[in-house]
């Protein structure tokens, strides 16, 4: 995967383009996100984003690091929840590739400690 992979990803994610997504995960995606269950395989992974994620918005980079089999971004997600609380957090993700696919990504949020 490349910068301009990981950017067309995010941009499927917050315009809910769900195919384009799609073309970016490998079929056996291992995804680690905070507050939920591992997830396991590219269709557990879409229908999280189609069916749980309960959170709008944009999100906005700092900077994407890649190479042949790793990568790494972060920056902020701009939205809303779904009854309309604004959102505004730090945010960052780490990347193994496999078959120029994203094949396991694990997800940092920024929280304050005090």
């Known amino acids: 995967m490349t910068q301009a992979d990981i950017r067309d990803m ?21 995804y680690d996100r905070p507050g939920f269950d591992l997830l396991v395989g590219r ?3 879409l229908h999280f984003y189609r069916e749980v994620r309960s959170i709008r918005g944009e999100h906005r980079f700092d900077a ?41 990504r694990k997800s940092f949020f920024y929280v304050p400690l005090a």
């Open 43 to 45: 269709e557990a992974v």
């Open 64 to 104: 994407i690091v890649v190479d042949d089999v790793h990568g790494a971004c972060w920056g902020r997600f701009v939205g809303s929840r779904q009854d309309g609380t604004p959102i505004d957090l730090q945010f960052a993700d780490c990347y193994t590739f496999s078959d120029g696919l994203l094949f396991r």
């Open 10 to 30: 995010f941009r499927a994610v917050d315009g809910s383009d769900w195919q384009a997504m799609a073309r970016h995960l490998h079929p056996d995606l291992v």
